[in-house]
């Protein structure tokens, strides 16, 4: 075994995660550890495997359900049961997504959720960016939902939500919007039947999971390293089968 062991935080460094998930990937058997009093110190080597097995296998994007699934539910920490079943999934795929869910590190989560929606950007006026984001059917997510999940990060004249194509009909008709690659105003459509459509955008606010899956997309490094905190402690927090 080697003789630079790490501390809980050089792995996390090493690793871009907490010190709190290095702990519980080393109480999983994913890192070899040994303890040195009442120190967790960590097999470099482990770490290395670990970084390698992640890079090589980043994961293909979960199919639309499985991925709202993951992340309505905060990776499985609310409404685990409810919102599977409201999404159709048997117990046999909950329990699988469950396993990938505790597997698939932070920075995978940008890849995994991929196809939860088609994504559109708008030019909008300023003035009209709030009144669009209070509209019925139109959830906040991304940077317009920081606030509600006292999240430090402000967007200036820009937001972010879920809709319908229905309700963007109505927007294009109030509004006299069109898309833009430059556009102000974010648009995600859930990739979802219509049915399912309810258990997707039936809340004030998406919930703190998919505002960071919205946040690592954003391309922004202070966004990402967010998001990255909020799903770490996501995963710690979410109770094993």
Request: proline fraction near 6%; avoid cysteine; aromatic fraction near 4%.
């Amino acid at each position: 075994m080697p003789e630079d062991w790490l501390t809980s935080d050089e792995a996390a460094g090493l690793l871009g995660v907490t010190a709190g998930r290095v702990n519980a990937l080393a109480r999983s058997g994913e890192l070899a550890y040994r303890m040195a009093g009442r120190t967790r110190l960590v097999d470099p080597l482990s770490v290395q495997r670990l970084l390698s097995t992640t890079r090589r296998r980043p994961g293909r994007p979960l199919v639309p359900r499985s991925a709202w699934a993951a992340l309505l539910s905060d990776l499985g920490t609310v409404n685990w049961i409810e919102l599977t079943a409201a999404l159709g999934m048997s117990p046999k795929q909950r329990h699988n997504l469950k396993g990938l869910i505790a597997r698939s590190p932070a920075e995978n989560w940008d890849r995994l959720a991929k196809a939860r929606a088609a994504v559109y950007r708008v030019r909008v006026r300023p003035a009209y960016l709030n009144e669009i984001l209070q509209w019925d059917r139109v959830v906040p997510s991304g940077v317009s939902a920081t606030a509600q999940h006292g999240l430090d990060l402000i967007a200036a004249e820009e937001a972010e939500a879920y809709l319908s194509h229905q309700t963007w009909r109505l927007l294009q008709q109030e509004f006299h919007l069109d898309t833009s690659p430059s556009g102000n105003l974010v648009l995600r459509f859930p990739s979802v039947t219509d049915k399912k459509l309810s258990v997707v955008l039936g809340r004030d606010v998406m919930p703190v999971a998919v505002v960071a899956a919205d946040l690592l997309d954003s391309g922004d490094p202070r966004s990402r390293r967010t998001a990255l905190q909020i799903i770490n402690q996501l995963l710690e927090a979410t109770p094993r089968d």
